[in-house]
């Protein structure tokens, strides 16, 4: 599986500690993500990061577009993340592209990429 590297739009996360400087990776963005990031930026004019709000308000915020979307699961950021490297997965995203886009060591995408088979049914 192969994937092109691309210089279009993206997004780099950061930390402030210099213990997660490990985790930071810069994520591909589509051209439809700048349309609705240029409207949020108008209308709660963030100063030094996307989101500043607390991990928590963040949880409430994504359980009410469930609510609103009428899912019959609970929908949670770990599910956002395992369906969006889901779907990276069977788009042919190269395996590593993957584990840099989640943010994760080579050791511990190991396990990551056995439930990854999982969720894809290749594995029992």
């Known amino acids: 599986m192969t994937s092109k ?3 279009g739009p993206h997004v780099f996360i950061r930390y402030a500690s210099p213990a997660n400087r490990y985790k930071e990776r ?3 963005l589509n051209e439809d993500w700048i349309t609705a990031y240029k409207e949020y930026l108008a209308q709660y004019r963030p100063a030094d990061q996307v989101f500043a709000w607390s991990p928590r308000r963040l949880e409430y915020l994504l359980e009410d577009i469930g609510t609103e979307a009428n899912l019959t699961k609970h929908l949670s950021f770990d599910m956002c993340r395992w369906t ?3 779907r990276d997965y ?3 995203m190269e395996v590593d592209t993957i584990r840099q886009k989640l943010g994760v060591s080579k050791i511990q995408w190991r396990e990551l990429f056995i439930k990854l088979k999982q ?3 290749e594995i029992k």
């Open 5 to 7: 590297q691309k210089n």
């Open 26 to 28: 810069k994520i591909e």
């Open 84 to 86: 969006c490297a889901l």
């Open 90 to 92: 069977q788009a042919g």
């Open 119 to 121: 969720l894809n049914g």
